[in-house]
Every structure is written in structure tokens, then in C-alpha cells.
């Protein structure tokens, strides 16, 4: 399938009478006089030749690399369509319907003259080609009780695998969803409000079939990379739906895949309900902030809220350097330059070392995984640059001391006092299940202050948590402070707070301070919590010694 077929899908879905593809602004397709996005990301010359190729017949594409115009005709399952390409100046690309009919819906079309074989051959064009249908949401019942939407489907594009990844890829965004799973032998899954359950009505799928839905959406350098390491990172984009960060994986019944939908919206400090202390760090002219907490906590949304404010906010370069690019930002007050790793740069490490070259004022590197990505992001915050980063851990305290393991002993005592100088901030956060749907993220915060400093650099970090309880003026905040504050605000049940607690005993004794039922809690747990609570009562029969 042709990477432009999605588009010209949309063209004659919508009865539009041309898609433009010019370098330097984004694809748009014209619907009734009027220009409409169909995506996000400025389109560079390389990239509107690389569309064209993958659809030009075989006496056009070398002629693509010339200057002056270029026309053929390219045919799909959407019908026949004018393609105009020019390169005076700048490039620009205009494709239109060849014939419309008199009402509206292009005829299915013949197969082109001149075609031949293709780079990454169209959608096959078939005489049986199903017409256009609609299909009204139904409405199921989960397990849990939650109705499921199933999504409205759109027009048929003659490819079965593309049609139904798309599909269920639309339903996951109907059911406000955060993920979708596919694994082979089982029916498609969705995690809705944390939990894992069947879309209703949908059966179980092959692996060959899960193959051919990844085929459609992945890069020609994702499949490579799939077939040789048998899992491989990716991102796809429904214009006007969502983007979906996408996994493909090899287990032991086949093939699975997991789809995380990323709202083309950015989210704003705001919405997110992001603390001032925490705002001002993106202020800051140099430094190393760090958002932490397990896999699917929100960390990539925090991020971008914390890049938004930024770009709203100050005048300056911001790259960013992901796997893959999941919120786009278009450039407001800053540059915006956003880098794909394995598209657009080899590796986390690789764009971190050109970033020095590129003159960022601020980094954002999207995970850091090894000793020399972490090495060089604490560099970079040290030479006058903010550095933002995520880690896989659950406390911030556990933070600073993750990051100094991962160096050898003989340089941990160097890496604490650069780590003192440079760290600013580090967020950890968790997610939680709100009461009546949906989730909150708990923050645990911590700042850097003299204190910590101090602390980092003697080795102390096992005193960090008092100065978190101590130092709440200064906007820092426990993780049980966090979630009691959602247990107090009736967003969150003390269930949940408890199951999402670190310090457990700690949380059980802050809720039954407040008279909460505590039943739930584990034994030993609970021992601790009634200890906490102040001594044991006396005996009785006996009497306290005089004093």
C-alpha cells in the first residue's frame, strides 16, 4: 500500500477536489474552496519525492529528480487520479480526481497504462471492490459493565488488513482507551481505566493476520528491522482521529502488537493540574529535570504539557528526541525540532551528541536507557543547556540513586557531584483509578534545594525523604501526600491510594487518621500502620512505676 493512498482516501470520501503536497508546510487536501491538514509535520522536498516515487510509473521516477513539471496518472481503489508535480523553486505536488460521476463518488477505476512494478505496490484495484459503506456505532456491554463502543467505520479502501487495523485503531479512540492488544489465538483487547478487556462482537485473530495489519502501517525500515529482531517501534497516524504509538512483537503463539493512541492535542500544565514549583522549572536556563514511574504513567503527557509551556512562554530552540515522536508540537514562540530515533537518527545517544552541534537551548530525550545517554545528559545540563529525561523508576528518591548505579564505582563519586550541580527537579508519578472513570495522576516532587544538593553529593540520598516531608513550603511532595490529597478531594478510593502507595504502611496510618476503613490491607501491613499510631496500651491490673 502506498503511503499516499490514506490520503487520497480522504479525498474522495470528502468530495475534495485536490490533495497538495508543497515543501515546507503540511499536506492538505482541498474541500469545497477550502484548504484542510491532514497532518501535523512540515513536508521537506526528500520526503514529497519519496510519496511520489512509490506511486510513479516506471518511466517517471528518475524524471521526479528533475527540474521543470512532471505529470502521469496513478490509479487505486479510490479511482484514477492527475498527479502534477513541479520543481521551480520549491516543490510542489498537486494530485485530483481524473473523473467524478454526477453524484459524487469516484467510479471504481481501471488499472493504469504505464503501471508497473512499485517501490511499495497501491492497494490492488479489483472490479469487485466494495462501494463505500457506513456503518452505525453499536453499543456492547464489557465484562466489567462499561459500554464499548464499536466504531464508526469508513469507507472501504479495498485493503482488508489496512481497513480492519484501522478499524479497531478507531474503536480504541471511541472507548477512550489508552491501549490496544493484539496477540495471536485471542480477540482484539483494549485498557480502559487501567484494565484489560475484549472489544465485544470481535474474533480471535492469526498471527498471519495480525502480519498483514502491521505490514500496512509500518515502515519499509520497521519491517526490516521486525523481521530481524522481532520487535520494532513505530508510530502511525489516523489525520483527524489520533496517533498511535505502535510495538510489534514476536511471542510464543506468533505475532502481537500494541497500539498506544497519543490525542493529536497538545495538553497544556493547566489541564494537567502541574504545580507552579513545578512550572518554573521551565524557566530555567540549565539543567536536568527528570520525569519518572513505570510504563504507562503518564510520563510522555507530562512531558508535553511541560514542552508546551516552553513553547508558549520563551523564545528559544528545543529538540526533542523520541521513540517515536508521540505529541506533535508545531513551533509558537520556540523552533521546534522533534527527531525520531531510528527515522530520523540512529540512536538516543547519537542525536544527543549532535544536539550540542544543532544550538538547542533546550533537550528533551525521550528515555534514558544507558550509561552513556544518561553520562551525556548530565553533560549537556552542566554546559549551560535544560536537559528533560525519563527514568523507569517508582520514587524520586530511587531516582537520583538509579542514576548514580549506572556508573562504575570508581566514577560514582564524580557523577554525584555533577549529579548535585546539575539536577533541578524530578517528578514521579504514578496514575490512579478516579472515581466514576477515568485516571489522575499522584506527583511526588522533588526540588533541588542546598539541602538535597548537599545530600547528593555526600552520598546521603537514604535522608532524602525527610527532607521531602519537611520541605512541603517549598512545593515538594511525598508520593502518600499526593495520593491522600486525591482521597481527600474524593477522586480516588483509599483501595487504590494503597495499591499505588510505595510506603504502604505509611499510606494505611495517614487513612486511618482519617477514619477510613482499612479492612483491605494486608496483615503485616496493617501491624505496622496500628504501631504507627503510638504505643500500645497498658495491661491491665498493673501500674506504672513511680517516677
Do not use: W
Amino acid at each position: 500500500m502506498a503511503q499516499l493512498d490514506r490520503f487520497l482516501n480522504l479525498l474522495v470520501t470528502n468530495n475534495g477536489s485536490a490533495l497538495i503536497l508543497a515543501e515546507g508546510d503540511v499536506a492538505t487536501v482541498i474541500i469545497k474552496d477550502s484548504a484542510r491538514p491532514v497532518m501535523k509535520q512540515q513536508l521537506t522536498s526528500a520526503q514529497i519525492l519519496t510519496l511520489l516515487r512509490e506511486i510513479a510509473p516506471s518511466d517517471k521516477p528518475h524524471a521526479l529528480d528533475a527540474t521543470g513539471a512532471v505529470r502521469f496518472e496513478y490509479s487505486s481503489a479510490d479511482g484514477t487520479f492527475d498527479v502534477a508535480l513541479t520543481q521551480t523553486g520549491k516543490i510542489l505536488a498537486r494530485i485530483e480526481p481524473k473523473a467524478v460521476s454526477t453524484n459524487g463518488v469516484k467510479p471504481n477505476a481501471a488499472p493504469a497504462k504505464a503501471a508497473a512494478p512499485q517501490a511499495a505496490p497501491p492497494r490492488a484495484a479489483s472490479p469487485q471492490a466494495p462501494a463505500p459503506q457506513v456503518v452505525a456505532p453499536r453499543v456492547e456491554a464489557t465484562s466489567a459493565g462499561t459500554p464499548m463502543t464499536q466504531a464508526r467505520r469508513v469507507a472501504a479502501t479495498g485493503n482488508p488488513a489496512f481497513d480492519k487495523i484501522e478499524s479497531l485503531l478507531r474503536i480504541l479512540v471511541d472507548n477512550k482507551a489508552s491501549d490496544l492488544h493484539l496477540r495471536a489465538s485471542s480477540p482484539p483487547l483494549l485498557r480502559s481505566s487501567g484494565e484489560i478487556v475484549p472489544i465485544p462482537n470481535e474474533p480471535a485473530l492469526s498471527s498471519d493476520e495480525i502480519d498483514a495489519m502491521l505490514n500496512t502501517v509500518m515502515l519499509e525500515q520497521n519491517r526490516v528491522e521486525f523481521k530481524e529482531l522481532n520487535d520494532t517501534d513505530f508510530a502511525h497516524e489516523i489525520p483527524g482521529v489520533s496517533r498511535f504509538r505502535g510495538n510489534a512483537l514476536r511471542e510464543r503463539r506468533g505475532t502481537g502488537a500494541v497500539f498506544r493512541a497519543v490525542p493529536t492535542s497538545v495538553v497544556t500544565v493547566e489541564e494537567m493540574g502541574i504545580s507552579q514549583e513545578v512550572q518554573r522549572l521551565c524557566h530555567l536556563t540549565k539543567g536536568l529535570v527528570l520525569v519518572t514511574g513505570p510504563t504507562g504513567s503518564g510520563k510522555s503527557t507530562t512531558l508535553c504539557a511541560l514542552i508546551d509551556l516552553i513553547n508558549r512562554t520563551r523564545s528559544d530552540h528545543v529538540i526533542t528526541i523520541e521513540d517515536p515522536i508521540e505529541f506533535v508540537h508545531e513551533s509558537k514562540k520556540c523552533l521546534i525540532t522533534q527527531r525520531h530515533v531510528g527515522v530520523h537518527t540512529s540512536s538516543f545517544r547519537h542525536a544527543l551528541r549532535a544536539a550540542l552541534r544543532e544550538d538547542p537551548d533546550i533537550v528533551l530525550v525521550g528515555e534514558l536507557r544507558d550509561l552513556e545517554t544518561v553520562s551525556m545528559a548530565i553533560e549537556t545540563a552542566e554546559t549551560g543547556h535544560l536537559v528533560f529525561g525519563t527514568v523507569h523508576t517508582s520514587t524520586a528518591v530511587s531516582t537520583v540513586d538509579r542514576v548514580i548505579d549506572q556508573f562504575p564505582p570508581d566514577r560514582q563519586a564524580q557523577i554525584r557531584v555533577m549529579l548535585s550541580e546539575s539536577l533541578k527537579g524530578v517528578i514521579s508519578q504514578v496514575l490512579c483509578k478516579k472515581i466514576g472513570g477515568g485516571r489522575v495522576a499522584a506527583r511526588e516532587i522533588l526540588l533541588s534545594t542546598p539541602s538535597v544538593s548537599n545530600l547528593i553529593r555526600e552520598g546521603k540520598t537514604f535522608q532524602l525523604p525527610s527532607v521531602l516531608q519537611t520541605s512541603r513550603r517549598l512545593g515538594m511532595v511525598t508520593m502518600n501526600d499526593a495520593l491522600i490529597e486525591l482521597v481527600d478531594s474524593k477522586q480516588v478510593e483509599p483501595l487504590e491510594a494503597y495499591l499505588k502507595a510505595t510506603d504502604k504502611v505509611g499510606i494505611l496510618h495517614m487513612l486511618k487518621q482519617r477514619g477510613k476503613d482499612i479492612s483491605f490491607a494486608d496483615v503485616e501491613d496493617a501491624k505496622g500502620a496500628a504501631a504507627a499510631n503510638g504505643p500500645p496500651a497498658k495491661p491491665a491490673g498493673r501500674t506504672a512505676p513511680a517516677r
